[in-house]
T-cell receptor, first 111, second 113 residues
Framework: NAGVTQTPKFRILKIGQSMTLQCTQDMNHNYMYWYRQDPGMGLKLIYYSVGAGITDKGEVPNGYNVSRSTTEDFPLRLELAAPSQTSVYFC??????????FGSGTQLSVL | DAKTTQPTSMDCAEGRAANLPCNHSTISGNEYVYWYRQIHSQGPQYIIHGLKNNETNEMASLIITEDRKSSTLILPHATLRDTAVYYCIVRVPTQGGSEKLVFGKGTKLTVNP
């Protein structure tokens, strides 16, 4: 099992550009999550999904969109990148009431 | 969700037990206590969780006080690789079963040689 795989690992965007952060898991987990972590801070939940076709907002969803067409994939879309979206993004997955498995993160800079 | 309070930082000597405290005085009866850690810039790693009883696994032990207002994560023999930020999280599972864990700033544990 590869676990939770995130791509890319690093990315620099210009203000106003768009991009998709990819996340895939091979553990057949129903639940998937996107978090962001600003320097020196804890993680904040952006969006989560309880299964294919179902998504919901977390604490800080503005400026982001997600989709969940398959159990394995949960991409995060930034439509108009802003400097405030400079952060490290973590994707995670889990079963019900069990531990979250996190990916290795995507470091994004918006300049 | 109940709020948690953790010290900002702690030090521990290599080979000694590391005891990380967490206060959650507003915890309700059905809220679980979770512990995760984050080593350097990696994704957080699950350590352990519990409701009432003390729990132990291959990584750590979790001691929850009888009134459940505080808990302690114990790493029995800390190594340099245990240097990390440790997060204590209190969360009630949602009706749908999803776990929306909210991470605070945690405790920065430094294990010294």
């Amino acid at each position: 099992n590869a676990g939770v795989t995130q791509t890319p690992k690093f990315r620099i965007l210009k203000i106003g550009q768009s991009m998709t952060l990819q996340c895939t898991q091979d553990m057949n987990h129903n639940y998937m999550y996107w978090y962001r972590q600003d320097p020196g801070m804890g993680l904040k939940l952006i969006y989560y999904s309880v299964g294919a076709g179902i998504t919901d907002k977390g604490e800080v969803p503005n400026g982001y969109n997600v989709s969940r067409s398959t159990t394995e994939d949960f991409p995060l879309r930034l439509e108009l990148a802003a400097p405030s979206q400079t952060s490290v993004y973590f994707c995670a997955s889990s079963f019900v009431r069990e531990k979250l498995f996190f990916g290795s993160g995507t470091q994004l800079s918006v300049l | 969700d109940a709020k948690t309070t953790q010290p900002t930082s702690m030090d521990c000597a290599e080979g000694r037990a590391a005891n990380l405290p967490c206060n959650h005085s507003t915890i309700s009866g059905n809220e679980y206590v979770y512990w995760y850690r984050q080593i350097h810039s990696q994704g957080p790693q699950y350590i352990i969780h519990g409701l009432k009883n003390n729990e132990t696994n291959e990584m750590a032990s979790l001691i929850i006080t009888e009134d459940r207002k505080s808990s302690t994560l114990i790493l029995p023999h800390a190594t340099l690789r245990d240097t990390a930020v440790y997060y204590c999280i209190v969360r009630v599972p949602t009706q749908g079963g999803s776990e929306k864990l909210v991470f605070g700033k945690g405790t920065k544990l430094t294990v010294n040689p």
